[in-house]
């Protein structure tokens, strides 16, 4: 059975669900990379996430956000996860090649810690094809999800992303802040 989280109250943040002024994390990817399920440990904002399809980040809100209690148990997150192809590239800023397909997708977890993340379905996944303005014009698949996570001891949690992209893609993340859980 897995463990329950009997957190007590939970404070609904003042501003809409969507805020960017809650914004707590936010990454977008470009570069072509093969998609692969397996994670590294690689911080997604480094550099070096880019050329791998797997990464990981902390995420500790009371870095972001002003006035975050410390003795916060859990976080209510709204996930927005996007992939698009555009119609024009914007490397070469012209159309895209007909004979090249693009394709991008994205997924993404959360958990509390490494171990908890082993078990964790992704809590979001996003794809597109697309073949250019003379084919299907823009391409854009987008998903939103609201979710509740466990904080660790630090206050913080993990999220894991697994990424592939192929031709003129590109894929992104943002998660904002609804509010949190206390005792």
């Known amino acids: 059975m897995n463990p329950v989280i009997a957190v007590g109250q939970f404070f609904l943040l003042a501003t809409a669900p969507a805020s960017h002024e809650n914004m707590i ?14 994670s590294t440990e690689i911080d997604c904002k480094s550099p070096e996430s880019a050329k791998v399809s797997g990464c990981i980040s902390t995420i500790t809100p009371k870095s972001v956000i002003k006035d975050f209690p410390a ?11 996007k992939s698009w192809v555009p119609s ?6 012209k159309n895209l090649p007909l004979d090249r397909p693009s394709y991008c997708q994205i997924d993404v ?9 082993k078990n964790q379905n992704h809590a979001t996944l996003v794809d597109v094809w697309g073949m250019g303005p003379l084919k299907s014009e823009e391409a854009r698949n987008v998903s ?3 979710l509740t996570v466990p ?3 630090n206050g913080s949690f993990l999220t894991s992303m697994q990424h592939g992209i192929q031709n003129e893609c590109m894929v992104e993340v943002g998660v ?7 005792q």
Not at 88 to 93: A, D, E, L, P
Not at 176 to 182: A, E, F, K, S
């Open 176 to 182: 904002t802040l609804v509010g949190y859980y206390r």
């Open 151 to 153: 904080l660790d001891k």
């Open 109 to 117: 977890k959360f958990a509390s810690s490494k171990e908890t993340m």
């Open 71 to 81: 003795d916060a148990k859990a976080v209510m997150i709204f996930v927005k996860t």
């Open 25 to 38: 994390y936010g990454i977008s990817w470009y570069d072509a990379v093969p998609y692969s399920e397996k």
């Open 88 to 93: 024009v590239s914007w490397r070469t800023g």
């Open 144 to 146: 939103y999800s609201t």
